[in-house]
């Protein structure tokens, strides 16, 4: 049974990064492309980044294009995402998913419960 537990949300400052992690079991996670997306307030899921199994190569969104990074440790079987000069207007709730691409359009992934990043001063 595939499960994904999102981490490492909370408060950060305009400017300010945070790090965020999912935790994943049930399945072979090395094989498997992974992805972040996220869900604003009154807006649909916007995807965020994905990474290949091997982390051979790496994708990214426009929106926080240049302030993330994915990245993955699978001998801990745990996805990141690092976020850098965070800006108010990613305050949103972000999930990790199991698939490449997921949260852009006809794609459906499992997705973990998520985790809150609030960007407030």
């Known amino acids: 049974q595939v499960q994904l537990v999102e981490s490492g949300g909370g408060l950060a400052q305009p400017g300010g990064s945070l790090r965020l992690s999912c935790a994943a079991s049930?399945?072979?996670?090395?094989?498997?492309?992974m992805s972040w997306a996220r869900q604003a307030p009154g807006k649909g899921l916007e995807w965020i980044a994905s990474?290949?199994?091997?982390?051979?190569?790496?994708y990214y969104g426009d929106s926080l294009k240049g302030r993330v990074t994915i990245s993955r440790d699978n001998t801990k079987n745990t996805l990141y995402l690092q976020m850098n000069s965070l800006k108010p207007e990613d305050t949103a709730v972000y999930y990790c998913?199991?698939?490449?691409?997921?949260?852009?359009?006809?794609?459906?992934?499992?997705w973990g419960q998520g985790t809150q990043v609030t960007v407030s001063s």
């Open positions: 998913g199991k698939g490449l691409g997921c949260g852009r359009p006809t794609i459906s992934c499992p």
């Open positions: 049930g399945f072979d996670f090395s094989g498997f492309s």
């Open positions: 990474i290949y199994g091997d982390s051979s190569d790496s």
